[in-house]
């Protein structure tokens, strides 16, 4: 008995159109999602000039593999069309090319050269860090802070921020300089950075591995327990607006939570901006300070048997002591 090859309840041609609709949906989904429209076929751009160069890095090979694929898979079906199997014919053995061989050896060393050449002339401009521009916020001599004077741009100024990764959020310190580390302007989550102005990041973790990556701003540094990595970026000056990201290494549970943001102002906005959190860091310390020394006079006038007596001075609860320096009102 002749077998069918139709599938039951479903015709072929009901088949291949589910799988065309199916198909094309995937595609459609792709070409009209934002972010995957700006980086389907290379790495996104636009936000740094180390991106900028990761970008064109990628477009050259890319190129330079399409035109190898597109002329590897012209070869290969001419072969199938030209030689295809006709009645009567027969298959005959042949024997190697010499020079078809050593051209086809010599070519893909060239090709791979050319690659290696072009990376690695490359490469410097991406992992080392340009200057500030001539616009870009005035760094104090006292925020030179990155701990190897080998990732600092050439006239060695940048503004270096400590990123910490914790499980679900970025932890942003701005060292200032001094030996006081409980006035460093501290924030979570959003990092704010002055636009025109060359940015160092120190990259590390406290817990587990992360993977700081903003496409737009260059590309991923890993955050490892025990080990500080290295990145920057530059956001020119007239692209001040948020750049957004996610952790790029599998942390946890809630790793798809863990998003990293940054929000580029012009340098006078910054001045401004760190001057607010200063003054918040101030005013906290403060507020601490008088809490510690009323609470102090208490257990004074507790230890010496007066407790009949009204305990004096209200004790300011912690939750009046100002502390909004990293909150996000007064990030911004």
């Known amino acids: 008995m002749r077998r069918s090859n139709r599938i039951p309840h479903l015709s072929r041609a009901a088949v291949l159109a589910s799988a065309s609709a199916i198909a094309l949906a995937v595609l459609l989904t792709l070409l009209l999602a934002g972010p995957a429209h700006a980086s389907f076929w290379a790495p996104q751009h636009g936000g740094s000039p180390n991106a900028d160069r990761i970008h064109t890095l990628y ?75 001539a616009d870009g916020w005035q760094i104090p001599a006292s ?85 500080t990595n290295h990145t920057w970026f530059k956001i020119p000056r007239g692209k001040e607006g948020v750049y957004t990201g996610n952790c790029a290494e599998l942390c946890g549970r809630n790793h798809a939570n863990m998003t990293a943001r940054v929000r580029a102002i012009t340098p006078e906005q910054f001045t401004q901006w760190l001057a607010r959190q200063k003054a918040a860091i101030e005013a906290a310390g403060r507020g601490a300070q008088q809490y510690r020394a009323q609470q102090a006079q208490n257990d004074q006038r507790s230890q010496q048997g007066d407790a009949s007596q009204p305990s004096g001075e209200p004790v300011p609860s912690p939750s009046t002591v100002p502390n909004d320096a990293t909150s996000p009102a007064a990030q911004r």
């Open 143 to 227: 925020y030179q802070t990155a701990k190897d004077p080998g990732l600092l741009p050439p006239n060695g100024k940048s503004l270096n921020i400590d990123v910490n990764g914790q499980q679900y959020a970025w932890r942003f310190v701005y060292p200032d300089g001094d030996n006081d580390r409980q006035n460093n302007v501290t924030a979570y989550e959003e990092m704010v950075v002055p636009t025109g102005t060359t940015v160092t990041l120190d990259v590390r973790s406290s817990d587990v591995a992360h993977s700081w990556w903003i496409p737009k701003l260059g590309g991923k540094a890993d955050a490892l327990p025990g080990y």
């Open 59 to 133: 477009s050259i090979i890319m190129v330079i593999a399409v035109i190898i694929f597109v002329a590897v898979e012209g070869a290969l079906f001419y072969a199938l069309w030209k030689f295809r199997m006709r009645p009567g014919a027969k298959a005959e053995q042949l024997h190697g090319n010499t020079r078809l061989e050593i051209g086809w050896t010599a070519g893909a060393a060239a090709i791979v050269l050319v690659i290696g050449i072009v990376t690695f002339i490359m490469l410097p401009g991406i992992r080392n860090p340009d200057d500030s521009d």
